[in-house]
């Protein structure tokens, strides 16, 4: 897979279909496959690249302090080094944390900001929830198994795990397949969602915004909507009623196809 040099780092990625640019920033201790469900739709409209942040995947994990504004300066860096001029741009959690401060710090760059389970700024109950995971990857020494045992249970509903626990094994081992950070890593790359607070520059965003939410998700739930559509004018807001916190994964086709609606009346 490609490297370019970027903001001091390597960024690692990948480019899959043909159309106009789109960036797909992942969440947080994920690799760019962790889209693989998405980029199968998306690469039949548009150039998907799918980038490794700071701190996971192939990409440098290099000490230091991480904020979400810092992981925005690498994107657009890596923009600049790829030859992507201006792209719609795509990411869930972290990732939609990082694509706030790139397009409103970077207008020119981003021809839509697609904000999957997104916030404003981390309030108590996701510090606390962030800090348990941060815990639980020291304690079990291994990033990998906190994301299976710590993390999954907030993406995916409980209705999930009862009736497709052959599903959710099968993503269990999807991760077990990537390359996963080191803990020390996880730890650098969590304190960016710890200390994420984009509320004062919501308003500098000109791009089309979508927004959207699982109903059932706690940990970036819907407490967090208004804020961000006060913060950005004119954004859409979708639910996903039967999904938690990744209805990337437990409803792909659905999440696929409303998406794609947003993504192909801004195109052109």
Avoid at 124 to 147: F, I, K
Avoid at 167 to 173: F, H, P, V
């Amino acid at each position: 897979m490609p490297t370019v040099h970027a903001n001091g780092i390597d960024v690692n990625y990948e480019v899959q279909g043909d159309g106009e640019p789109m960036v797909l920033i992942p969440y947080l201790a994920a690799d760019q496959a962790c889209y693989a469900f998405q980029v199968a739709e998306y690469a039949k409209h548009f150039t998907c690249f799918s980038v490794d942040l700071r701190g996971a995947g192939l990409s440098s994990k290099p000490e230091g302090s991480y904020t979400t504004e810092l992981l925005a300066e690498d994107i657009a860096g890596f923009m600049q080094e790829a030859g992507v001029e201006r792209a719609h741009v795509f990411g869930l959690s972290l990732g939609a944390a990082v694509g706030m401060w790139l397009a409103a710090r970077h207008p020119d760059r981003v021809k839509t900001l697609s904000l999957h389970s997104a916030w404003d700024r981390t309030d108590p109950y996701l510090r606390v929830v962030v800090e348990g995971w941060r815990v639980m990857a020291e304690a079990l020494g291994s990033v990998t198994e906190m994301v299976i045992k710590g993390i999954f249970p907030w993406c995916f509903t409980p209705e999930l795990y009862a009736a497709r626990p052959e599903y959710i094994d099968s993503l269990a081992d999807f991760v077990r397949s990537r390359p996963m950070p080191p803990v020390d890593a996880l730890i650098r790359q969590s304190a960016a969602v710890l200390s994420h607070d984009a509320g004062e520059i919501l308003g500098q965003i000109q791009a089309p915004t979508l927004l959207t939410f699982g109903r059932h998700d706690a940990v970036t739930s819907t407490r967090f909507a208004d804020p961000i559509r006060a913060g950005i004018p004119g954004s859409e807001l979708i639910v996903f009623e039967d999904c938690a916190h990744a209805a990337i994964y437990e409803n792909p086709d659905e999440f696929n196809q409303q998406t794609l609606a947003f993504l192909q009346r801004h195109s052109g």
